[in-house]
C-alpha cells in the first residue's frame, strides 16, 4: 500500500510477536488511561484485516508514542507524525468498506439488489473524498472506485441475464403443473 500503512504494519508485527513487547504496550495503555487491545496483523486473503489493523493502531497511539518514547526499536517503526492524515485517509475509505461487508455478510440472503445498493453507497462515499482537496487517498479511492464500478456492470449484466430466463422459467413451470 503506503509508508505510513507499511510502517503500522511492520510496528504491529514487532509487538504481535514480542511477550516483552506487548507487557510494555499493556503497561503504557494503563499509564495512558486506555484499554489494551492485541496488534492485528493485516492478511492478503482479508482485505478488511488491514482496517483492523489500521484501526487498532489508532486506538493505541496515545500508548504508541509514550511507549516509543521509551524504546528505540518502537520509535523507529512508529510513523511520522506528517503521515497521520494519510493513515486517517486510508481508515476513511476502508471503513465504508468494512461497513459495507458488514451489511451483506449480516444478510440472511444476500441478493444482488442489495449488492448493488451497497456498491452505489461505497461509490458516493468515495466520491465524497475525492472532492476534498486535502484528502491525501485520491489514488486509493480512484482504484477502489474503478473496480466497484467494474464489479457493478458484472452484476448489472448478471442480473439482466438472470431477468431474461426467469420468464421461461415460470411459464414452463405453468406448463408442468397445468
Not at 25 to 47: E, Q
Not at 104 to 114: D, F, M, N, Q, R
Not at 159 to 178: A, G, R, T, V
Amino acid at each position: 500500500m503506503n509508508e505510513p500503512i507499511t510502517r503500522v504494519r511492520e510496528l504491529m508485527k514487532k509487538i504481535k510477536y514480542s511477550p516483552t513487547l506487548i507487557a510494555r504496550l499493556k503497561d503504557f495503555c494503563d499509564i495512558k488511561g486506555i484499554k489494551y487491545l492485541s496488534p492485528v496483523l493485516d492478511l492478503p486473503t482479508r482485505w478488511n484485516s488491514t482496517w483492523a489493523m489500521v484501526d487498532g493502531f489508532v486506538y493505541l497511539h496515545s500508548a504508541l508514542v509514550l511507549f516509543g518514547t521509551d524504546n528505540p526499536t518502537i520509535q523507529a517503526h512508529l510513523p511520522r507524525m506528517e503521515m497521520t492524515t494519510e493513515i486517517k485517509d486510508t481508515i476513511e475509505v476502508l471503513s465504508c468498506l468494512q461497513m459495507a461487508t458488514q451489511v451483506v455478510s449480516g444478510a440472511t440472503y444476500p441478493t444482488i439488489g442489495l449488492t448493488r445498493l451497497v456498491i452505489i453507497g461505497i461509490i458516493e462515499h468515495l466520491e465524497e473524498c475525492l472532492q476534498q482537496h486535502t484528502f491525501s487517498q485520491h489514488e486509493l479511492c480512484r482504484w477502489i472506485k474503478e473496480n466497484l464500478n467494474d464489479i457493478g456492470r458484472l452484476l448489472m449484466q448478471q442480473q439482466q441475464y438472470q431477468q431474461s430466463w426467469i420468464p421461461d422459467i415460470n411459464s414452463h413451470f405453468l406448463k408442468i403443473i397445468s
